[in-house]
Structure formats: structure tokens, C-alpha cells
């Protein structure tokens, strides 16, 4: 009886709170759009404007502290040759992997959207989406063992009889060095099998929505398998292509491990954030680096929107 008693308060607290939210729906819609914009505003958002600050401030020569006055000195730094070089290779670096995974993951994804179906298109997707699965360090460490000079790949192309194709990619000035563990050709190859599923799924789910009457109409009226892909599928592709081409540049743009473990001596923008950020290292000059990736990302999402990339998303 006293339960009772006790609980009828409270139910009738609770009726009047449910009855004044279905009454107020814009109150109703603010209470659950709170949490999540504090943590945007607040957490995201306010660590960026707090890394924006910290690159306006400079680093005292004589006595290597920081010197917490607002100036320009450390973007003047950031624009030397020897940066502006990391900025430029690191830039190149994400567009040669981009390309490469556009050109890889659309005749994958053409032949999901097109061809796959029943339990072959359900293999497709455990077969795109399984590397995910896995840690991201093992499968860079793994990597790293394939690459070496002793690993799979050198052993396959020596029993090939194709060890001196192998050499003489590594006697390449940019692209080799003493194994493909530690030149650039073996860190392309290892972003590649990261990044790759992120632009196949965006390209195929693009594919999926051209409609095979289209295709098929183009054909009708004698325009050629090359003419139709220029004039009907690559348009109507293009927005997924672009969402692939976003995932795949920024993960490569912002990537620090990789190029620590497989590339290299050379210093893309990660590493020079990551070793600048520690206590013997210049913190303003890494929030300055770490500006250049959200600017260049900026500058290519705005290009995007005018190329009407995003208007069939």
C-alpha cells in the first residue's frame, strides 16, 4: 500500500514531463540534440580552436620556451624550403594513393554493382571489408615482413626469375631504396591495402544507383563501350568517387604510422607533427603542420561542391 502511494508521485511526475515534451517537440528535439553538440562544440571543435592558438604562438630561440604572444613567426617557418618540401611530398604522396585506389577499386566495385548477386556479392563484402577487421598495426608490421628483402614478395619474384626487375625498381631514384620496405613504392603499396576498401564501397553503392536502361539506351543508339562509360557511367559514378577520394586522401594525409614503420627517412606531415609535439620539440611549429592537413582539406571539399560532386549523394 505505502508502495503504492509512493509511487503514484512519481508516475504522475513522469506523465507531466512526457506530456510536455509531445507538446513541445522543439524541446523535445533540443534535449536530444544537447549532448552530442556539447561534445562537438566543447571537445572536437574547442581542441581545434585550442590547436589554432597554440600556431600563432612561437618558440623563444635562446631558451626554447613558448613564447605565448600572438605572431606570425612560426607560419614564416612553416613556409621554409625544407617544409614547404614535407608539405609538397606529403600532398603528392596522397594523390599518387588516391589515383592508384580509383583505379583499382572501380572495375572491383563496377563488377558488384553490376554482375554480383546472391552469395557472390555477399562474398564481395566479407571479401572488401575482412582487411578491416584486423588491427592496423599488424597488418602494417605484416606488410613490413612482405616487403623485406627476405620476405614473400622478393622470394616469389627471385624463384619468377624476375629478382633483377625487383633490383631495378629499387635502383629508381624516387621510388626505391634498399628494399621495398623502406622506399616509397612499399608505403603506396601499404596505404593501398588500407585505404582501398574505403573507396570501393562509396564507388560501387554510386554504381549501384546507375540505372542499366541508361547503359543499355547508350548502346542503342551506337555510342561505343568507351563513349558510355565516358558519357554515362563516370558522370553518374563521379559523386562516389569522390566520397572515396575524401576517406582515401585525408586517412592518407593525416597518417604518421605507416611512413614511420615502412617508409622512408624522408618526413611527411605526420611525422614531423608527431616528433615535434614531444618535450624536446617544437609545439607551435607541430599546431602550424597540423593546420596544413584541415586547410588542404578545406580547399579540395570546397572544389568539390562546385564540381556538383555532392549534389547525387
Given at each position: 500500500m505505502?508502495?503504492?502511494i509512493?509511487?503514484?508521485?512519481r508516475d ?11 507538446a ?29 592558438a ?49 583505379i583499382?577499386a ?15 556479392k ?23 615482413l ?36 623502406v ?33 543499355e ?39 604518421y604510422?605507416?611512413?614511420q ?10 611525422q ?35 564540381l556538383?560532386a555532392?549534389?547525387?549523394?
Open positions: 505505502s508502495l503504492a509512493l509511487q503514484a508521485p504522475g511526475l513522469l506523465r507531466r514531463i512526457s506530456d510536455v515534451l509531445v513541445r517537440r522543439g524541446l523535445y528535439l533540443l534535449l536530444l540534440l544537447v549532448p552530442p553538440l556539447l561534445w562537438l562544440g566543447i571537445v572536437y571543435l574547442g581542441s581545434l580552436f585550442a590547436l589554432l597554440q600556431s600563432f604562438f612561437s618558440i623563444d630561440e635562446f631558451s626554447g620556451t613558448i613564447v605565448r604572444e600572438p605572431s606570425l613567426k612560426t607560419y614564416g617557418e612553416l613556409l621554409s624550403p625544407s617544409n614547404l618540401d614535407i608539405i609538397v611530398r606529403t600532398v603528392s604522396l596522397s594523390a599518387v594513393v588516391t589515383l592508384l585506389s580509383a583499382i572501380f572495375p572491383i566495385a563496377y563488377y558488384a554493382a553490376r554482375y554480383a548477386r546472391g552469395r557472390i555477399a562474398l564481395f563484402y566479407i571479401a572488401v571489408m575482412m582487411p578491416l577487421w584486423s588491427s592496423y598495426l599488424v597488418k602494417v608490421y605484416a606488410w613490413k612482405l616487403l623485406a628483402k627476405e620476405g614473400v614478395i622478393g622470394w616469389i619474384m627471385a624463384k619468377l626469375g624476375l629478382a633483377w626487375l625487383l633490383e631495378a625498381w629499387l635502383a629508381l631514384p624516387i621510388l626505391g631504396g634498399p628494399s621495398l620496405s622506399s616509397y613504392t612499399g608505403m603506396v603499396l601499404v596505404f593501398l591495402y588500407l585505404w582501398t576498401p574505403f573507396m570501393i564501397l562509396p564507388v560501387q553503392a554510386a554504381l549501384e544507383r546507375v540505372p542499366g536502361s541508361l547503359i539506351a547508350s548502346g542503342d543508339l551506337g555510342a561505343s563501350p568507351g563513349q558510355t562509360f565516358r558519357k554515362v557511367i563516370l558522370p553518374l559514378a563521379f559523386p562516389g568517387l569522390v566520397a572515396g577520394a575524401i576517406f582515401t586522401f585525408s586517412l592518407t594525409l593525416g597518417d604510422i605507416v611512413p614503420i615502412v617508409g622512408p627517412s624522408s618526413l611527411i606531415l605526420g614531423v607533427v608527431y616528433t615535434q609535439q614531444g618535450t624536446a620539440g617544437n609545439i607551435p611549429l607541430a599546431a602550424a603542420f597540423s593546420v596544413v592537413p584541415v586547410l588542404i582539406m578545406g580547399i579540395f571539399l570546397t572544389v568539390a561542391k562546385r556538383g555532392f549534389d547525387a549523394l
